[in-house]
């Protein structure tokens, strides 16, 4: 029998929202390089780009904090995902619809950068291909034109 890696879990701390907490799983490498491809944007209009993207992500999340926002008046439940005003979403990516994109944008950069961040112990070596995998993603994200203003995840 051999080796199977277990999935990493990340404590995500966004300092530019404040309270919010998430954990999320890490994904293989081939597919978070995909996503980085995807070149999506803010105001993306292709909405199969962003369905991918935001179904990728929903799948990483194992925990968060999110309540349902305000709801249109006369509204008792939200309409495209059945809960109330102020209950806690599920990590679904249904959830992710009823939430503002700017919002969730920065959450799903931050995790992508956080889950392409690599420890290794001091002793080993890597190859040159092997030391810039953050680097290599960040390039991909960088295509964004506000990635400077994304929160940072603060890892614990």
Not at 57 to 78: I, Q, R
Not at 92 to 116: E, H, N
Not at 123 to 139: A, H, P, R
Request: net charge negative; with cysteine; glycine share 6%.
């Amino acid at each position: 029998m051999g080796y199977k890696p277990t999935k990493k879990v990340y404590e995500l701390n966004f300092t530019d929202f404040p309270g919010l907490e998430i954990t999320a799983t890490s994904t293989a490498l081939g597919k978070l390089l995909h996503l980085g491809t995807l070149n999506v944007q803010l105001n993306e209009p292709d909405e199969a780009k962003k369905m991918e993207l935001f179904s990728t992500f929903a799948s990483c999340l194992t925990a968060w904090n999110v309540d349902h926002p305000a709801l249109n008046d006369g509204e008792e439940v939200c309409p495209h995902c059945g809960l109330a005003e102020d209950v806690r979403m599920p990590c679904t990516v249904t959830s992710l619809l009823c939430l503002d994109l700017d919002f969730i944008m920065p959450l799903i950069f931050g995790w992508m950068a956080t889950v392409s961040r690599i420890s290794v112990p001091k002793e080993m070596t890597l190859s040159d291909g092997g030391k810039n995998i953050q680097e290599e993603v960040m390039k991909m994200l960088g295509q964004h034109p506000n990635l400077s203003t994304l929160p940072t995840p603060n890892l614990s």
